[in-house]
């Protein structure tokens, strides 16, 4: 299993760019989410799927977009860059049924830039 | 609001050396709890579930004490491999989302030779 993948793995965007960062699992889990980390911050969840079909805001959504059309794929849209979206974004997902929100298993991380 | 808080550190640490930290939690409903690893530019990774009963895996001791809601992680022998930040998370709702977790800051540990 190659677990959890996320591409590009770097990437420079100008402010006002669109851009989609790519995650993709093949563990059949029905949770996704998508989180960012700042330095100081920790991280922070952006948006999050709880199965195909089904996506739900988290904490700091505003500048980004999800679908979850496959249980395999869970892309991140950011639709109009801002140099506050400058992060390192995480993609994990989990198992449903294990109490206590189970491992979340995360994907390697893409290092965005916005200048 | 939901609130997990951890000492950044550094927490330099010689090599061989016994050293423990520990992450507050505000919310007294949070139902399970975790740590994780996260090595320098690297993607976090479950380290241990921490158990009402303290479990312990190996040179890694996990506690949990719900009456002062703090968990601890005690590292036995630290080696220069244990090196890495080590995140505290809490659910709150026990359910298997992302929704319900809160994840620490982070603790940043050094193991010096």
């Known amino acids: 299993n190659a677990g959890v993948t996320q591409t590009p793995k770097f990437q420079v965007l100008k402010t006002g760019q669109s851009m989609t960062l790519q995650c993709a699992q093949d563990?059949?889990?029905?949770?996704m989410s998508w989180y960012r980390q700042d330095p100081g911050m920790g991280l922070r969840l952006i948006h999050y799927?709880?199965?195909?079909?089904?996506?739900d805001q988290g904490e700091v959504p505003n500048g980004y977009n999800v679908s979850r059309s496959t249980t395999e794929d869970f892309p991140l849209r950011l639709l109009s860059a801002a140099p506050s979206q400058t992060s390192v974004y995480f993609c994990?997902?989990?198992?449903?049924?294990?109490?206590?929100?189970?491992?979340?298993?995360f994907g390697p991380g893409t290092r965005l830039t916005v200048t | 609001r939901k609130e997990v808080e951890q000492d950044p550190g550094p927490f330099n640490v010689p090599e061989g050396a016994t050293v423990a930290f520990n992450c507050t939690y505000s919310?007294?409903?949070?139902?399970?709890f975790f740590w994780y690893r996260q090595d320098c530019r690297k993607e976090p990774k479950l380290l241990m579930s921490?158990?009402?009963s303290g479990n312990e895996d190996g040179r890694f001791t996990a506690q949990l004490n719900r009456a002062s809601q703090y968990i601890s992680l005690l590292i036995r022998d630290s080696k220069l491999s244990d090196s890495a930040t080590y995140l505290c998370v809490v659910n709150i709702d026990g359910g298997g989302g992302a929704d319900g977790l809160t994840f620490g800051k982070g603790t940043h540990l050094i193991i010096q030779p």
């Open positions: 921490v158990y009402s």
């Open positions: 563990m059949n889990h029905e949770y």
């Open positions: 799927s709880v199965g195909a079909g089904i996506t």
């Open positions: 994990a997902s989990s198992y449903e049924s294990l109490p206590g929100g189970g491992e979340q298993y």
């Open positions: 919310n007294s409903a949070s139902q399970s």
